[in-house]
């Protein structure tokens, strides 16, 4: 269930609770939309304690995100109020992912420290300029219906153009496809890398036709989000240390070449 608790103007405060379903999130959607025909930058402050997620909510919440990376410069902050854990991770993902967006999480008693946060003018634009150098290595595999590449630092526009393609021709060539990501160190993504033509469709794609996804080292917040993505998604998600990449290939049915 979805409801809107009084805000500034300049903020979307949306309350969210229960299962959520595809109304839910047109609901949400409609009120992001006027708010940002009103303002050049609006804030959001999320009250969420849900129990679940239609197929159909999932779809189109993700949709309408992929579809807005080119407006990311328009959000300025986002409070997300929650006593769930796994949603606190999240917020602490995308404030380290997003570009130009500051995301920070709060507890229910924290609730007027949210209002006050969010509630904050808008800060001028920090541009963030290219990072130097790849940080995107594609490793050969023994089979074709295999992807496997390594991440070793901020990934660049350069990066995702060989990924979206590279992902592209294999969801055209394959109809099922098994992926395996080794992340040394994860600095983050440019905006040039976000708002890369084709990325919202190779991953509206993946969902449907990625059957099994290794991620093998990173953060301890990728495993985090990794595990409770996993019953969202048809995709089969597992994490592997580091150390244990021999059998994220044994469990991938294919070897490093």
């Avoid at 405060?13 to 009103?38: C, S």
Wanted: charged share 30%; glycine share 6%.
């Amino acid at each position: 269930m979805l409801d809107f608790p009084p805000a500034l103007d300049r903020v979307v405060a949306l309350r969210v609770t229960g299962r959520v379903d595809e109304h839910d999130i047109e609901r949400g959607i409609q009120a992001i939309e006027a708010a940002l025909d009103h303002h050049k930058r609006i804030s959001l402050l999320v009250e969420i304690e849900i129990t679940g997620m239609t197929a159909g909510a999932f779809t189109r919440d993700l949709s309408y995100s992929l579809g807005k990376l080119r407006d990311l410069h328009r959000f300025s902050r986002v409070a997300v109020v929650t006593s769930q854990d796994w949603l606190k991770t999240l917020a602490h993902v995308q404030d380290r992912i997003l570009p130009h967006v500051e995301v920070r999480a709060f507890s229910p008693p924290e609730r007027e420290e949210a209002v006050a946060w969010v509630s904050q003018p808008a800060q001028e634009l920090e541009m963030h300029t290219e990072p130097p150098g790849p940080a995107v290595r594609f490793i050969a595999t023994t089979k074709p219906d295999v992807i496997a590449f390594e991440v070793n630092g901020r990934i660049s526009s350069e990066d995702m153009g060989l990924l979206v393609k590279t992902f592209d021709e294999g969801l055209r060539t394959h109809e099922r496809l098994r992926i395996l990501v080794r992340v040394l160190d994860f600095d983050g993504v440019s905006l040039g890398a976000l708002q890369h033509d084709g990325l919202w469709s190779v991953k509206l794609r993946g969902l449907k036709q990625v059957e099994r996804y290794a991620l093998v080292g990173g953060p301890d917040w990728m495993e985090t989000v990794a595990r409770w993505s996993a019953p969202l998604v048809r995709v089969e998600t597992r994490h592997f240390d580091l150390n244990e990449e021999q059998r994220a290939w044994d469990w991938l049915e294919a070897q490093p070449r």
